[in-house]
């Protein structure tokens, strides 16, 4: 979906799509039913018999029949194709423009809005032939219509091979999220598929099944043929059957809305949400989602206590603003990764990683191992998050360097970092970030290394600019404008000119000193490129660069090997000085555009730690990965030699299947070039360049250069891949505890309304002083220009 | 599945089982020209023709059709019901014995090993009607036919709508871990659904899809329609769509089986795995698992150099008897957490769970909570699994301490525990654990806690006793044995009886000097009545009881309150003396009998942690739950006093969704008697008890008197729910570095050929001494036996 549409749901409206296991089960003559029910039994309301797309010229005959057998109800199409076939071919075939489906939905939208606007009422929607098949665009209907996510009713088949139909019908619409309210079939008495079905969804689903008497066979004659329908459905209607459905359907519909209503209260009353002061969080704040899609979640605007309940749409549609904490990347409800995880589920469950393999696991391992391009890694563990999985890295490196120098294990080794580092939440990861607000009230929280400054990159004044904090200049220089953020990246031409030099010798000085003091190091730790949680920090790439290769020169800066590394002229996979490891758990895997940031610096890490986007958005799982040399320091003949570390849903299936299917489909994507749109909106990507320096983002050049010529409010602002960072002026001194973005934020979660597919809004998380919003690798060209207006004219208003 | 069936697959033997998307959509006429192309291109190859089960009188018309139109084939039914109708019906109407699903699938195993036996050859296994069509029992054959893994042909439809029922009739199967090879329909010129197809299956799945003209129409004149459809038969046969979709099947075969066979190595080379010594671990020692279902894993039976290969069978079903890492609850590969999880992927992927609420985690919290019935427990929170939860729960519970007694941030506070305690790989857990081979050369591990000594329930020579350990026998008597394990539960009774006065004067004493030395406490952990990892420790729950009766009735042990905590009288749920933390990870959700263990000790946390079996054994997911008071410890207006702990994929909606499916349907079994059949083993679940005693295992009571009898080889043995552990007695010192139980692992994991149903083994993991066995909520009591049987044998053997 390019363009959110917001779920059809009022309060009022009562919304039901019928879907038919196949072709010919009767889906008119349900819906012309409970359409003719509905008006009996709701005479003062509206009801409303909608197809969206109709094919064949049957339409003015299915008028005459709504008007003859359903009087009262108002029957409507949305795209009439005259050739009686499925809908992609009629479209294709009717010469017509082809909806996109965006178009498609929107529309179909518009009608329920309208509806909803006119009084209370029904609303039933009958798609076209099975659940699967095409709608114009190509798109099979049950992805087409998953957006709107309408509360259904499957018609089931109750002909020979019925059973089957109508269960993997159903299941088609299950594993993409729909509910199925009610199934619906004759009662045919010679295959009884209502009875096996009948029971089969109670028990598996207690979804209720109800079965009414097949209709009167067609007559030659057309008034006869009438006629006998006619009776049909009048015998039909005043039965309890098709009255009992409606009512289910109804209850229903007010146990969604009083779910809905009710979340927020109850999850202030049960739940205890990650990282959240929640003496400031009342219901008020919470935030409850319905659905997700793309890049959108459905979320329930609350009812307000006055004004007209009826028109209101109770769903509006919101950009997953945080990418859901920074894991999208395929976007919210792929089908694709859905089958991936079905398949890997229906294949193993889950099954024990210790000494065992399976087939996900292997592949995922082969292909991140191809695909970081990297010599240096050939071995994978696996985790359930990034968290763990640096502490297993962590583990991994402490032990490489103990081994190396010789040293005891009680000898405190510490961590070489960056200021305002974060790899996690568990207490292994915390201590290896700097003490700050995010560990200093933890009781068990110490720190464990020695943390640098850092020069960082901005675009100023609309000049993209390696800067220099106050005080540091003496140390770093005085910050350097560029012509381009490529120039920035042109981390060899740099070293060229000298500009590492300062930070060469900064960094040596440093280490020297806390050699003199004693300090064992055990294990450099970067995230590459930017430090998020530390406050979207882009760091200088020829500093980390500088960093690395300081560490892997100069060995006696860290003890007196007692192992000898091999000769780098024998193995150049052997680190040296102390193992490198990248985090790479926010900014790996194409966030920042490319598989890893590693190739931006141009030096790589001895071990990789890859999280969040690995499964494209999906499930947790981590994989830490390491190079031979550190793996060969745990071999032993003592079994406690080992890496002590496992977990029981290591390398869980469904996990790894789902991380293969988001990764090969990234790289493809990468591949077959979908992100050129964003390479040319001013990141040069239509001029001839080289691989090493190309950088670029979802976030056109000259919007990034504009915001940050909003001086007054934005320091600075940058953007690489799918990340939109603005570092807003805080004059009363910026950091976490800031709420400068705090406004920001709020206007940006304005409901607004959008000019076709109802309202809208950005669902965005700030950090301190710096409000980021982050793409999926699926974001389309019209949300990131909606959003970067959004964003301009908010900057300027305030 | 009750009895282990192993997978199809043998080397020489290709089989291909042929679905269809419907009834009547060909599968008869292109399994006849699958067959007679076979014939006629490896005209020295047995090619076979199975119908499992055949309805109608048709089986002798069939049987001629084959002979006729493919000479030389061999046709076979093994089920034959006469009525023309759905196998279900048919069966049911037949009036024949209907078989169980295992029996069923036994017989085509067996049918499909005789053929394996005699050549090298092909193998078709046509089903009947669509994927979902129910088989003989009832149960559809798509969720039938999975424990035989075989590959498969799906016949497309080429009708009007054929292709909805062609994908949906593809996703049951997918998601069901079946790996369809090929599609294949007639090329219909109006609907062309071949052309829609091939494109799709080749986009979303590399799935190749061929199809071939329609047969001729039907002749009045018998003559003329064999003559009619032996012109098609010829034509289709010696053209070049059936040659080549067979030359796909053969590279396929070969192309599983060639990974299947260099999977180990590949693993040996990429895979770093975990708690592994991997010196100590070749490609021979890894297990290659293809796919598991219910408790059985279908794992690789390597070639052997020698010896005829045709007939050797690739698969063997292995007894997963480590429930895979503790994990395991519902069975590999169930259909309903399957769907569970299908469904949460399609209507949300993951959402982020910050200030946000959707259905599956507030639905799952609200279960939970209710489900526990501790009024102290109000508040979920959600991680990733049960080290991050544990962290999680550290974190709640040392900051409630420091809080109520006044001390600050860095006071050093300590757990206090049991030896042999192990909570988590991550370092803030293993810091809760003793100093152990498990951490000791842990860089970063520094124990924080005292650990007590305890008392042990083992059945010894028959007896079921309290076990005191030489040395311990000063401060806990000499032990004692007691009628039945029922009576050691009845920890009210063995109060009354004193029995708990020297455990509760040690627990005081040992308080008292750490309290003496300076000790701060934080928190009282406790895996309740058995510590996992540590080797399978049955403690006393009259032990554990007691720590927490002394340390609730005891704050003055601890420090002086200057936050009052609430009045009992007023508050029942406010904790004192020290926040207590259960671990139920392992020993929690049914997998001791009972959905918490704290019911056997009748005392409750304060805080709980769950994960494993939470989600029926499919995905990590993890829920930290607390008191109310507790959590209110985090609330203030500083944003930095929260609880800073989260993870990207907290509270992610396919974790929620399938563990909310899961404590659902045990919570069902449970309290449909499900397990009556164990309870009814020597449990005296026959006769009228008090639920609070009431305690059973599926491991008979009879045989765990029997082997704990062959006491030169057994020190004791117990079993409780799920679980068996057998303690081995090793005469150099028994300890997690002992290898007494190897050889018995080894024993059990001998190939055996069953009476039925393949070659099958046990696969199962040691700790130190201990072998275990652990099997799931679902497993049978024919599996039960047959391990009960093989152990007994074993031990009798050696």
């Not at 076939?85 to 294709?92: E, L, T, V």
């Not at 089957?164 to 009610?182: C, K, M, N, P, W």
């Not at 920001?744 to 607004?752: G, I, K, P, T, W």
């Amino acid at each position: 979906m390019k363009s959110p549409v917001a779920s059809l749901l009022w309060r009022s409206l009562r919304i039901y799509q019928i879907f038919g296991a196949n072709t010919d089960v009767g889906k008119t003559i349900f819906t012309t039913l409970l359409a003719r029910t509905a008006k009996r039994l709701w005479r003062d309301e509206e009801i409303t018999y909608l197809k969206p797309v109709s094919t064949g010229a049957e339409d003015e005959a299915d008028d005459r029949h709504i008007s003859r057998f359903a009087p009262g109800v108002s029957r409507h199409t949305l795209y009439q194709y005259d050739i009686p076939c499925s809908p992609h071919k009629a479209a294709i075939a009717s010469g017509k423009s082809i909806p996109a489906d965006e178009e498609f939905l929107s529309k179909c939208r518009d009608f329920a809005a309208l509806c909803a606007a006119k009084d209370k009422g029904w609303l039933f929607m009958e798609t076209a032939g099975g659940v699967h098949s095409p709608g114009p665009s190509g798109k099979t209907q049950a992805d087409l219509y998953i957006p709107l996510r309408t509360p259904s009713v499957l018609i089931g088949d109750s002909r020979l091979g019925g059973i089957s139909q109508t269960i993997s019908a159903f299941e088609s619409l299950r594993i993409r999220g729909y509910d199925v309210d009610h199934v619906l079939l004759f009662n045919d008495d010679v295959y009884e598929n209502y009875k096996y079905l009948g029971e089969y969804f109670d028990k598996n689903y207690s979804i209720p099944v109800s079965s009414l008497l097949e209709p009167p066979k067609r007559h030659d004659n057309p008034r006869r043929d009438a006629e006998a329908l006619e009776e049909y459905y009048s015998r039909e209607d005043s039965g309890e059957v098709v009255s009992g459905v409606l009512e289910a359907l109804k209850q229903s519909h007010c146990a969604r809305l009083s779910n809905l209503d009710s979340m927020a209260t109850r999850a202030s009353q049960h739940i205890w949400y990650p990282f959240t002061q929640q003496s400031l969080v009342g219901p008020r704040d919470i935030t409850t989602i319905d659905s997700a899609y793309g890049d959108f979640f459905q979320t329930l605007t609350p009812k307000s206590a006055d004004g007209p309940i009826h028109d209101s749409a109770v769903l509006k549609s919101s950009f997953d603003a945080s990418a859901s904490w920074w894991t999208q990347g395929l976007g919210h409800a792929n089908s694709k990764l859905t089958l991936a995880a079905a398949y890997a589920a229906g294949r193993y469950g889950h099954v024990i990683f210790a000494s065992t393999i399976h087939q996900p696991a292997m592949l995922l391992a082969e292909t991140l191992l191809k695909g970081m391009k990297n010599p240096r890694l050939n071995r994978v563990f696996y985790s359930d998050n990034g968290s763990t999985g640096m502490e297993v890295a962590i583990k991994m490196g402490l032990r490489a360097t103990r081994k190396r120098y010789g040293w005891e294990v009680n000898q405190n080794l510490k961590i070489l970092g960056l200021k305002g580092a974060y790899h996690g939440d568990t207490i292994g990861a915390m201590d290896c970030a700097d003490p700050g607000i995010y560990n200093e009230k933890v009781e068990w929280y110490e720190g464990k290394g020695y943390w640098l400054d850092y020069p960082t990159v901005l675009c100023k004044h609309g000049k993209w600019s390696v800067t220099v904090a106050d005080g540091l200049q003496e140390t770093f220089g005085q910050g350097k404008s560029y012509k381009s953020l490529d120039d920035i990246f042109d981390v060899e031409a740099r070293e060229e000119r000298g500009e590492h030099k300062l930070y060469e010798e900064h960094i040596i000085s440093t280490l020297q000193k806390c050699r003199e003091r004693g300090v064992k190091f055990g294990v450099l730790i970067l995230e590459p490129i930017v430090l998020g949680a530390g406050g979207m920090e882009f760091v200088d790439p020829l500093f980390q660069r500088t960093l690395v290769n300081v560490v892997r020169s100069s060995p006696h800066l860290f003890g007196e090997p007692v192992q000898r590394a091999s000769e780098p002229a024998n193995d150049l996979n052997e680190w040296t000085g102390l193992p490198v490891v990248f985090d790479e758990v926010f900014t790996g895997l194409y966030r920042l555009g490319r598989i890893t940031p590693s190739t931006f610096l141009g030096v790589y890490p001895d071990i990789s730690v890859h999280a969040k986007l690995l499964t494209g958005g999906l499930v947790p799982l981590c994989a830490t990965i390491a190079s031979e040399n550190i793996y060969k320091t745990f071999l032993s003949p003592d079994k406690t030699d080992a890496l002590l570390h496992g977990h029981s849903y290591t390398a869980h299936p469904i996990g790894c299947q789902v991380a293969l299917e988001s990764i090969q489909e990234m790289q493809a994507m990468d591949k077959q070039g979908e992100w050129d749109w964003a390479r040319f909106q001013g990141w040069g990507g239509e001029q001839k360049r080289t691989k090493t320096v190309e950088v670029w983002s979802i976030w056109s050049h000259e919007f990034i250069k504009n915001l940050s010529k909003q001086t007054d409010r934005v320091v600075g602002a940058w953007a690489l891949g799918t990340v939109l960072a603005i570092h807003l002026r805080d004059n009363a001194g910026a950091g976490y505890s800031s709420n400068v973005a705090i406004g920001l934020r709020d206007a940006l979660s304005l409901e607004r309304e959008g000019e076709s597919g109802g309202p809208w809004n950005v669902h965005c998380r700030v950090l301190g002083n710096v409000l980021y919003i982050m793409g999926s690798q699926v974001s389309s060209e019209t949300s990131v220009k909606r959003i970067s207006e959004l964003l301009t004219e908010n900057l300027a208003n305030h």
